[in-house]
């Protein structure tokens, strides 16, 4: 049974093709970088994975079940939760109440517990682990800042660390370092690797950062007007032909 | 069933359709521009027929001629509206909603207090008689009323499509971003989908006016079954208002005459629910809502 | 040593509230008693309806709800003669399962279309309670629902709530339960979640929110106490029918949850309040009164969105600003 498997996925909107094909498997603890020149069908394939639209044909397996076609939700208590290219919060809430509504799947929030009771022993396991996420990411000063106030490379991370509190074996994300300087990139790219290596989530990314990816990822899938072009390391990415020339068409280098 | 009764619930349903018509296209306008929902738009509907009982029944103004100026009266109305509450909550449907529904109230009372609460004493008839088809009597007084509808919403659609102020009201609809780039007043059209708006509903009341008991509260059931209407249609489409409004207006009048109208309005709001769970957006909606 | 913060400031402030209801019927004529009672009504309908809105889902349809309540009240109480303790739950049950219903469709439609298409299945039910004479007793509705009691005449625990003072303290004890009801969820894992759907859909929906089961979870809890709120409103004023639970009455309670606020637990209660003092201060003025909320309702809308929840901070805000402009002139 594969981890992470992706069949024949097609996706047409209209007589447009967006993603044609596509097959790719994800080992678990793997980080996979998905790349490819703009309007390649990056955004199309991360809305078919992470459950946003529905494919034309073809499916997406997740630990032996299909999640094509299921709502993000399901997806999620499936354990594969994705995060957003935007700044996605909960802009009235405070960093810790951020970590700790995005715990929702592992602690009782029935409607009876909400009246009568309070499971003290695991709510305080809950506000440990919260805590130690918010440990993880340095944010122990911004704990009760408004989620709102913090800067935009902060928001980032905090996106990313809600999507970590939720316990997931993949981690899903929408280009994580869109819009960032190179400082936050850096500060992103270690987060990513340690959440690999001291959580063991297994990542997936969709991404147009060439640098970050390559630094990042130990294998790369890369589309192209919505195909599959090639796979495989680094290094094979960038000896590439069929790779430089995708690029070089698309005005963009691999650097 | 004979053939006068058929003929006799056809042609009921024609004319309930089109103010069914009349009224709900006024809400697709504004909903369409900016996302203007107003909750008072039966109260408009509403100030249409009194602008009638004041000008026809009270001064003496031919019926025709009140009904034409019902118009511009009630235009004006719907663009106060506009200036004071759609342009202070722009971005926030709900907001400019229920505000509205507090200028229903006002509205409500000052026509209350000026010309009383009670049951209206009927506005007389300006055509009275009916002619006879296939053994059906209608009314010319509800005959009146197809035809006017036609000539309103025709000449909506020449406007929309033809002139210029119409052609940038259209743009507007479907991308404001991109029609404010290309020079387009949004605050203009917004006032404009507004008086469009006023004036349909004021038109409409006018010609129902005659036909129905005119009292300040008499907008509320237009304004249910408008708004019904309006998301059979497809919030913002116009094709979609007609259509759907015609639809309706058989229903009702199918359901009206087997069994009686609170069945009817149970049949239309029971057809709405399956509308949107079948097709969420309308039958000609583009977007959610 | 007792730590003065936040949380006993509320005990301490809900005491006195309490205590000053409690002794309210010493205070206060008959009639004055009366109002109160459905003011106490009017804020267990208020406080559910500002649960619907923690998710962002403003209905049309609450005051149809409290109906469903109230007439479930008059046909279990009346036509099958049931005791209070079996009536009041079955109406809220009844009503949570017409919510139910009701939820079902209006969950694939949000913002504008929700509160449009609510309004257009209130208006369904309101129909209902007209066409069928039986058991709704058509436009008249139904008269002489009878006043519950506790025990028979002579029976020592005996309590007669035809004394409006016995039946004041009813209600007041339900308004009690209900407010710490929802008090607990405002508070809850649950609450936050809820809330969190209105900060941000699809967010929720990403860290294993079931938004359309959540959303459908909150109606009916809603709609469960506006069903408590309509059976006590039953049994206070004995006799219902379909004009009692006309849009008029809805735009009401938008008023109060507009004026007062839904962001905090505070809002509505601030609204109903004030509300309700108005109201009864324009009692000589009462034909210019729907004129007059309805101008309320306008500016706050325009000009405090928020709801008076919201203006401490808004005049922090401004006054911060002063003086920050006085420093640098």
Sequence with gaps: ????????????????????????????????????????????????VSGFYRPTSGKVSFKGNTISGLSTNKIARLGAVRTFQRAALFTDFTVLENVSIAQHMNTNSSLLNAIFGHDNHREAESLERAEEIIEFLGMQQERDTMADNLSHGLQRQLGVAMALATEPELLMLDEPVAGMNSGEKAVMVGMIQKIRDKWGVTVLLVEHDMRTVMNLCEKITVLDFGQKLA???????????????????????VT | MGVDTIVQTFTNALVLGSIYAMVAVGLAIAFGVMQMANFAHGELFMAGSYVVFTLYTLVGIPFLIAVILAFPIVAAIGMVFERLIFRPTRGNVLAGFMATAGAGFILQVLVGQQWGVGLMRSIQTPYPGSTEILGAAISYQRLLIFPATVVMVSGLWYFLTR?????????????????????????????LAMLLSGG????????MAP?????????????????????VGGMASIEGAVIAAFILGFIHTIVTTMYDSVTATMVGVFFMALVLIVKPTGLMGRVKV | MLKFNLSNHLLVGSLVVIVFFVVAPNLVSAYRLELLTIFLINVILAQSYRLMATTGDWTLCHYILMGVGAYATGVLAKMAGLPFYVVMPMACVVTAFVSLLFAIPLSRTLGFAFFIASFALGEFVRHVWLKFHYPFGGARGINGIPKLEIGQGGEWYFIDFWDSQNFYYFTLIFTILALMILFRIDRSRLGN????????????????????????????????????????LAYQIGSIDPHNFEMVEMVYLIIWCVVGGVKTFWGPLIGVLSMSVVFELTRPLAEWRPALFGL????????LPGGLETLPARIRAMLNKTSKQREAG
């Design chain 3, 296 to 303: 309320i309702l306008i500016l706050f809308l325009v000009l």
């Design chain 3, 193 to 232: 979640a809820w809330k969190s759907i209105y900060s941000d859909r699809e967010l929720s929906e990403s860290i294993g929110i079931d938004v359309a089961k959540s959303r459908i979870m909150v109606f009916c809890v809603s709609g469960f106490l506006a069903g408590l709120a309509g059976s006590l």
């Design chain 2, 200 to 207: 349909f509903a004021g038109v409409g009341g006018a010609l």
């Design chain 1, 231 to 253: 796979e495989g390391s680094p290094e094979e990415i960038r000896s590439n032909p069929k790779v430089i020339e995708a690029y070089l068409g698309a005005d963009d280098s």
């Design chain 1, 1 to 48: 049974m594969s981890f992470f498997l992706v069949e024949n996925l097609t996706k047409k909107f209209g007589g447009l093709i967006a993603n044609n094909n596509i097959s790719m498997e994800v080992e678990k603890g793997e980080i996979r970088g998905v790349i490819g020149p703009n309007g390649a069908g990056k955004t199309t394939f991360f809305n078919l």
């Design chain 2, 211 to 231: 036909i129905i008991p005119v009292t300040p509260y008499m907008g509320h059931t237009f304004a249910v079954t408008a708004f019904i209407i309006v998301i």
């Design chain 2, 163 to 191: 002139v210029k102020h119409g052609k940038a009201l259209r743009a507007c609809a479907q991308d404001p971003e991109a029609a404010v780039l290309q020079g387009i007043s949004l605050n203009k059209m917004t006032s």
